[in-house]
Nanobody, 117 residues
């Protein structure tokens, strides 16, 4: 019943841009914090950005000024706009939705982002 589906990944050249989407269903989306995480081969999964239902955002230092997280509660969808992409951004990107107090959390299946010339 609960689904998070990422889309928008792909191959892009360094310096390029990409927008990821996370479409959710089966949850009251506005009550959940939404976040983007990424995992590169051989590395631990890391938090990239989070956004609360009220619009407060947080970013890992390496993407500040380049990535923008947003959400449209009416569409039950979260977004990650990625600009000035670097090869180091290459990873599988995952969407997560979690209740404010952490009682429930859900993950999407991931979408591949590859930054290469």
């Amino acid at each position: 019943q609960v689904q998070l589906v990422e889309s928008g990944g792909g191959l892009v050249q360094p310096g390029g841009s990409l927008r990821l989407s996370c479409a959710t269903s089966g949850i009251n989306f506005s009550f959940y914090v939404m976040g983007w995480y990424r995992q590169a081969p051989g590395k631990q999964r890391e938090m990239v950005a989070t956004i609360t239902g009220g619009g407060r955002t947080n970013y890992v230092d390496s993407v500040k000024g380049r990535f923008t997280i947003s959400r449209d509660n009416a569409k039950n969808t979260g977004y990650l706009k990625m600009n000035s992409l670097k090869p180091e951004d290459t990873a599988v990107y995952y969407c997560k939705a979690v209740t404010v107090l952490g009682e429930r959390q859900y993950w999407g299946q991931g979408t591949q982002v590859t930054v290469s010339s």
